[in-house]
């Protein structure tokens, strides 16, 4: 599984980004894809998860209805559309899938498989 996450970069505070994460792969039917988050001298931080089949979605409190996750059968892609960015919210996301058939929305990174490289968000005030 190759996972490649795009779309960051420096913005204000109050605006929006979109970020996306390519997905190569056999066939995601029935698994899950999540996005993750990581600032300086942190731990890493779950963003949002959703399930490929079913379009069953999950969130952090932190950005719960300021974020919203989505994916694109055809294109192999999920996205991460981020509105009302907060300084806050500034780290590297990254992208990663559950093993095939695992359908938990699951918080926790080392439930997740494979990690793609991350793209930086930077949040300034």
């Known amino acids: 599984v190759q996972l490649q996450a795009s779309g960051g970069g420096l913005v204000q505070a109050g605006d929006s980004l979109r970020l996306s994460c390519a997905a190569a792969?056999?066939?995601?039917?029935?698994?899950?894809m999540g996005w993750f988050r990581q600032a300086p001298g942190k731990e890493r931080e779950f963003v949002a998860a959703?399930?490929?089949?079913?379009?069953?979605?999950n969130y952090g409190d932190s950005v719960k209805d300021r974020f919203t996750i989505s994916r694109d059968n055809v294109k192999k892609t999920v996205y991460l559309q981020m509105s009302s960015l907060k300084p806050e919210d500034t780290g590297v996301y990254s992208c990663a899938k559950r093993l095939s058939g695992e359908s938990g929305l699951s918080w926790y990174d080392r439930d997740y498989e494979y990690w793609g490289r991350g793209t930086q968000v930077t949040v300034s005030s």
């Open positions: 959703i399930h490929w089949s079913n379009g069953k979605t």
């Open positions: 792969w056999r066939t995601f039917e029935r698994s899950v």
